[in-house]
């Protein structure tokens, strides 16, 4: 999994630097995981596997929407999708 931590978080890092954004999503990034770190239990809904993805991208939106840059949100709504959303942290570190 490190690897895709360096592919996305790189992937991530060049997209926000050709839109000259690379504060803002950072910015966003650590929110968010700031918020995962505090809260495991929301991590471990988004990767209940008894829920559909598409709950789970509706509670994302419902916790970010707004708040953190759109790039952010999306980004974390892939990792869900991808039911890699523990790679967050390798991702942040890549970016």
Do not use: W
């Not at 592919?7 to 926000?16: M, P, Q, V």
């Not at 803002?24 to 596997?49: A, T």
């Not at 829920?51 to 840059?69: C, N, P, W």
């Amino acid at each position: 999994m490190k690897a895709a931590g360096k592919e996305y978080g790189g992937a991530l890092y060049s997209l926000a630097a050709e839109e000259h954004c690379e504060d803002q999503v950072l910015e966003g990034l650590r929110l968010v995981q700031g918020l995962f770190e505090q809260n495991p239990d929301y991590v471990r809904l988004l990767s209940n596997p008894a829920i559909t993805v598409k709950e789970h991208l509706a509670l994302l939106d419902e916790a970010f929407r707004g708040s953190v840059q759109p790039y952010v949100l999306n980004f974390v709504k892939i990792l869900c999708e991808k039911s890699a959303i523990d790679i967050l942290p390798q991702c942040i570190s890549e970016y």
